[in-house]
């Protein structure tokens, strides 16, 4: 696709339940991201995704998150047993392998746990 | 710990004025970038400094980096409305495979 595409764009949860998230970043893309937002609140990163290597998972503020990436394709990040504090904006982006390289957002999931 | 700090956090200006925001970070980097965000979505790429550039202009954007204080400077000039956003550095260190850290982030409002 021309761009970095999230689905879905806007997710209601009950509290307990889990959720899946999912982004699908622009073709040839080897360096994946996902950020979290809160309301008025910058970006937390959550885990890095570059090629073949071991992804960065530093960012996962506890177990209940985990993300794949399918090869060099789609990734996606799973919330378990959602609480009302993992409301936020979901930001996935993709950027060209290498340095000196700029990273294309997507347009986010809003996670509302109600 | 974030590794870029915005400052300040919020800033209100005139259409016409001039808005500076600044950036500081941590470690060394291989570049810096700007980016801005509308309405809490995605955000978009405004313009990239390599380490060993210090100033770099793109339409009525100027951003400047002093690699010694390990701080960016991004100004706006001849403000529009339009631009109000926040708007978000980003350090690429390359010790963490090239991965982006952001920091808070400046939000910046405009009034016609």
């Known amino acids: 696709g021309a761009g970095v595409s999230q689905s879905p764009s806007n997710k209601v949860t009950e509290k307990g339940k889990d959720v899946e998230l999912r982004c699908d970043p622009i073709?040839?893309?080897?360096?994946l991201y996902w950020y979290r937002q809160r309301l008025g609140q910058g970006l937390e990163f959550l885990i890095y995704?570059?090629?073949?290597?071991?992804?960065?998972k530093s960012g996962l503020p506890s177990d209940r998150f985990s993300a794949e990436r399918t090869g060099e394709s789609v990734s996606t990040l799973t919330i378990q047993r959602t609480q009302q504090e993992d409301s936020a904006v979901y930001l996935c982006?993709?950027?060209?392998?290498?340095?000196?390289?700029?990273?294309?957002f997507g347009q986010g999931t809003r996670l509302t746990v109600v | 710990s974030q590794q870029g700090e915005e400052d300040p956090q919020a800033l209100s200006i005139q259409e016409g004025e001039n808005a500076t925001m600044n950036c500081s970070y941590k470690?060394?980097?291989?570049?810096l970038q700007w980016y801005r965000q509308n309405s809490g979505r995605g955000l978009v790429h405004l313009i990239l400094?390599?380490?060993?550039?210090r100033e770099k202009h793109s339409g009525r954007l100027r951003v400047t980096l002093d690699t010694s204080k390990k701080s960016s400077s991004l100004l706006i000039t001849a403000s529009r409305a339009a631009d109000t956003a926040s708007y978000f550095c980003?350090?690429?260190?390359?010790?963490?495979?090239?991965?982006?850290?952001f920091g808070g982030g400046t939000r910046l409002m405009v009034k016609p």
């Open positions: 982006a993709s950027s060209l392998r290498g340095r000196n390289t700029e990273a294309f």
């Open positions: 073709s040839g893309h080897t360096a």
């Open positions: 995704f570059q090629g073949n290597s071991a992804p960065d």
């Open positions: 470690t060394s980097i291989n570049n």
């Open positions: 400094i390599r380490s060993n550039e």
């Open positions: 980003a350090t690429d260190d390359g010790n963490a495979g090239n991965m982006l850290t």
